[in-house]
């Protein structure tokens, strides 16, 4: 829908209209934070600045940093932006371009162009910016870790400041403004995961064996760019068939989805796109040929058991930990039933740590602005210490619901993982618990992850993936079902 009033950013066509005043919003919630703990003086946010392929003047296609995406909404490099702490007026500084740029990339714009498109207060050129800085006693820059990642924000200087500096508080300040998203965030990401989960059934619809995974990628990027207008997605699409489902980041340049899958094989499809910097992240799994076999049931049934089980169990007050441990006793408790596991109890079975063996990954992440978003661990809260799975948690939070609520993925799976089956099998005091022939039966098998978008709301979550999950819809998509299904004709 197209905002009632102000500017907004848009690819054209039908795609998302998203106002600047989503944008506003957020700088008056970051300022309220700041004001909230006695901060005065100015805000400052550098964008991101123009690369080039390593020693050519090939210009990599520019892709805005989130922080000053979250608080700006600029698609252009080399911006920088402030708030006043006293009262919100914004400010954008823009480089001062030569001539030249208008032959090679286009109509150079004034200030007054940047600030309406922008929706800011005022509007100067980088040159200028020390001087208008120099007005406040103290500047805060954004310096600060990424818990995730452990990467720090690139710290900068500006010239002929003579201003006091203070690092970090910014980052903590608008880090924990970017964990619960408002409503019109809620809105952009709903159509982000719209786009996407309609691109994975495109997916669906087209795979055959035969195939090479690539063809794949290929389909879900230009659904997302030709419908969506989605230039860019969240990650480097994973496009795993056979045993490289069983590879959690495959796809690299290292192994470019470029396996040519047969009838039988399994599918783990983790492809998200972004919109305006805005991310979607989602797994879909199913088999190449339509039809799931006995082993493929089992596995699936139960990632999609603990899927259901987090599900069912999220609200407000719930810690993410616990959610990540219902997911592995879930799916425990379908491969004892099944046979894949043997002698022992679902307890039993946690306490030596064999929930990590199959899900060596954590249960999912906070989305936003980033595929992983900032914010996973706050102040107090640490990594939990033990075996993978758990130890790889990228959030240690207590779930929270407000202005809607927080945005995070669910994505059990379960896989065969030779290196990691290998060693506990041998070790004595595990190797007992294993189903030897069933294991060597699957190991080539790969693995299934399932993988939905959710926002937690103040009685439970509202999932805004839309992809069919359930094997007989799963299979009938496949067979060229329309989905989502259409609705039931009215009674006569």
Same mark, same amino acid.
């Given at each position: 829908?197209?905002? $009632?009033?102000?500017?907004?950013?848009?690819?054209?066509?039908?795609?998302?209209?998203?106002?600047?005043?989503?944008?506003?919003?957020?700088?008056?919630?970051?300022?309220?934070?700041?004001?909230?703990?006695?901060?005065?003086?100015?805000?400052?946010? $550098?964008?991101?600045?123009?690369?080039?392929?390593?020693d050519s003047d090939h210009e990599n296609l520019f892709r805005q940093e989130s922080f000053f995406?979250?608080?700006?909404?600029?698609?252009?490099?080399?911006?920088?932006?402030?708030?006043?702490?006293?009262?919100?007026?914004?400010?954008?500084?823009?480089?001062?371009?030569?001539?030249?740029?208008?032959?090679?990339?286009?109509?150079?714009?004034?200030?007054?162009?940047?600030? $309406?498109?922008?929706?800011?207060?005022?509007?100067?050129?980088?040159?200028?910016?020390?001087?208008?800085?120099?007005?406040?006693?103290?500047?805060?820059?954004?310096?600060?870790?990424?818990?995730?990642?452990?990467?720090?924000?690139?710290?900068?200087?500006?010239?002929?400041?003579?201003?006091?500096?203070? $690092?970090?508080?910014?980052?903590?300040?608008?880090?924990?403004?970017?964990?619960?998203?408002?409503?019109?965030?809620?809105?952009?990401?709903?159509?982000?995961?719209?786009?996407?989960?309609?691109?994975?059934?495109?997916?669906? !619809?087209?795979?055959?064996?035969?195939?090479?995974?690539? !063809?794949?990628?290929?389909?879900f990027q230009h659904y997302c760019y030709s419908i969506g207008g989605m230039r860019n997605m969240?990650?480097?699409?994973?496009?795993?068939?056979?045993?490289?489902?069983?590879?959690?980041?495959?796809?690299?340049?290292?192994?470019?989805?470029?396996?040519?899958?047969?009838?039988? @094989?399994?599918?783990?499809?983790?492809?998200?796109?972004?919109?305006?910097?805005?991310?979607?992240?989602?797994?879909?799994?199913?088999?190449?040929?339509?039809?799931?076999?006995?082993? !493929?049931?089992?596995?699936?049934?139960?990632?999609?058991?603990?899927?259901?089980?987090?599900?069912?169990?999220?609200?407000?007050?719930?810690?993410?930990?616990?959610?990540?441990?219902?997911?592995?006793?879930?799916?425990?408790?379908?491969?004892?039933?099944?046979?894949?596991?043997?002698?022992?109890?679902?307890?039993?079975?946690?306490?030596?740590?064999?929930?990590?063996?199959?899900?060596?990954?954590?249960?999912?992440?906070?989305?936003?602005?980033?595929?992983?978003?900032?914010?996973?661990?706050?102040?107090?809260?640490?990594?939990?210490?033990?075996?993978?799975?758990?130890?790889?948690?990228?959030?240690?939070?207590?779930?929270?619901?407000?202005?809607?609520?927080?945005?995070?993925?669910?994505?059990?799976?379960?896989?065969?993982?030779?290196?990691?089956?290998?060693?506990?099998?041998?070790?004595?005091?595990?190797?007992?618990?294993?189903?030897?022939?069933?294991?060597?039966?699957?190991?080539?098998?790969?693995?299934?992850?399932?993988?939905?978008?959710?926002?937690?709301?103040? @009685?439970?979550?509202?999932?805004?993936?839309?992809?069919?999950? !359930?094997?007989?819809?799963?299979?009938?998509?496949?067979?060229?079902?329309?989905?989502?299904?259409?609705?039931?004709?009215?009674?006569?």
């Amino acid at each position: 829908k197209r905002p $009632k009033q102000g500017s907004f950013f848009s690819m054209g066509l039908q795609t998302y209209e998203i106002p600047m005043s989503l944008y506003a919003d957020n700088r008056k919630r970051v300022l309220k934070a700041m004001q909230a703990s006695g901060e005065e003086g100015v805000a400052l946010f $550098k964008g991101g600045v123009a690369t080039e392929r390593y020693d050519s003047d090939h210009e990599n296609l520019f892709r805005q940093e989130s922080f000053f995406a979250y608080v700006f909404g600029v698609t252009e490099p080399g911006y920088f932006g402030a708030i006043d702490l006293k009262d919100g007026h914004s400010t954008l500084f823009i480089p001062r371009l030569a001539e030249e740029y208008a032959i090679w990339m286009g109509r150079i714009h004034p200030p007054s162009y940047l600030q $309406k498109k922008y929706d800011v207060d005022d509007v100067f050129y980088v040159d200028e910016m020390a001087a208008k800085l120099n007005a406040y006693e103290v500047v805060h820059t954004l310096h600060g870790q990424n818990t995730d990642s452990q990467s720090w924000c690139e710290e900068f200087e500006v010239e002929e400041l003579t201003a006091r500096v203070e $690092k970090g508080k910014l980052h903590t300040a608008t880090m924990e403004c970017r964990v619960c998203k408002s409503t019109a965030e809620i809105d952009v990401l709903r159509y982000v995961a719209r786009i996407s989960s309609e691109a994975h059934v495109k997916c669906m !619809q087209m795979i055959e064996p035969g195939m090479a995974e690539y !063809q794949i990628e290929a389909c879900f990027q230009h659904y997302c760019y030709s419908i969506g207008g989605m230039r860019n997605m969240a990650y480097t699409c994973i496009c795993a068939t056979g045993p490289n489902s069983a590879v959690l980041h495959y796809g690299h340049a290292g192994a470019p989805n470029n396996r040519i899958f047969g009838d039988g @094989d399994m599918a783990l499809m983790d492809m998200g796109a972004e919109y305006n910097c805005y991310c979607s992240d989602i797994t879909c799994s199913y088999p190449v040929n339509g039809k799931f076999s006995a082993d !493929q049931r089992v596995v699936y049934s139960a990632v999609l058991a603990a899927q259901e089980a987090v599900f069912a169990a999220i609200k407000p007050g719930v810690e993410w930990v616990a959610m990540h441990r219902l997911a592995e006793r879930s799916i425990l408790e379908v491969l004892l039933r099944e046979g894949f596991l043997l002698g022992a109890t679902v307890e039993e079975l946690m306490g030596h740590g064999i929930g990590s063996v199959f899900m060596p990954h954590g249960l999912g992440h906070l989305l936003g602005l980033e595929t992983h978003d900032v914010g996973g661990y706050p102040a107090g809260r640490e990594r939990v210490p033990g075996k993978l799975g758990v130890s790889k948690l990228r959030m240690n939070r207590t779930l929270e619901e407000a202005s809607p609520g927080m945005v995070l993925t669910v994505e059990p799976g379960c896989y065969f993982v030779e290196i990691l089956l290998t060693k506990a099998m041998a070790e004595p005091a595990t190797s007992r618990f294993f189903n030897a022939e069933a294991i060597k039966r699957c190991i080539s098998f790969g693995g299934v992850r399932l993988e939905d978008d959710i926002v937690v709301t103040a @009685d439970g979550m509202e999932n805004m993936t839309m992809c069919p999950k !359930q094997i007989e819809d799963v299979e009938a998509v496949m067979a060229g079902k329309e989905w989502p299904p259409p609705p039931p004709a009215p009674v006569a």
